[in-house]
C-alpha cells in the first residue's frame, strides 16, 4: 500500500505562483513515475506532468513553459511549481503513484486563481 500526502493548494492571484508538493510512504520500490492531475470543474481530470524516479518528465501541451515537475527521491516527494496562474488553472489537482503495477492516487487539493 502506498499513501500520497498532497499539499501546497488555495486561493491565488492571476498571475502568481504556487508549488504543490506530494509525499509518498508506505511499500515504495525504487522504480515509479509519480505525476499530477487536474479536474476542473465539470471537466474530466486531465494529465498536468508526469516525472519517473530517473527524471523523464513529460507534460500536457496546456503548461509546458508554466509548470514544472521535479522529485526528490530521498524523500518520495513530487513537486509541482506553476508560474503564471491563470483562471483556467482553477481545479482540484491529484497527485498519482504508478509503480510495479500499482496505482495510486491522492485526496487532490484545490488551487483556485482569481482575483
Known amino acids: 500500500q502506498v499513501q500520497l500526502v498532497e499539499s501546497g493548494g488555495g486561493l491565488v492571484q492571476p498571475g502568481g505562483s504556487l508549488t504543490l508538493s506530494c509525499a509518498a510512504s508506505?511499500?515504495?520500490?525504487?522504480?515509479?513515475?509519480m505525476g499530477w492531475y487536474r479536474q476542473a470543474p465539470g471537466k474530466e481530470r486531465e494529465l498536468v506532468a508526469t516525472i519517473t524516479t530517473g527524471g523523464s518528465t513529460n507534460y500536457a501541451d496546456s503548461v509546458k513553459g508554466q509548470f514544472a515537475i521535479s522529485r526528490d527521491n530521498a524523500k518520495n516527494t513530487v513537486y509541482l511549481r506553476m508560474n503564471s496562474l491563470k483562471p483556467e488553472d482553477t481545479a482540484v489537482y491529484y497527485c498519482?503513484?504508478?509503480?510495479?503495477?500499482?496505482?495510486?492516487w491522492g485526496k487532490g487539493t484545490t488551487i483556485t486563481v482569481s482575483s
Open positions: 508506505g511499500s515504495i520500490y525504487s522504480s515509479n513515475v
Open positions: 498519482r503513484f504508478r509503480g510495479d503495477g500499482r496505482d495510486y
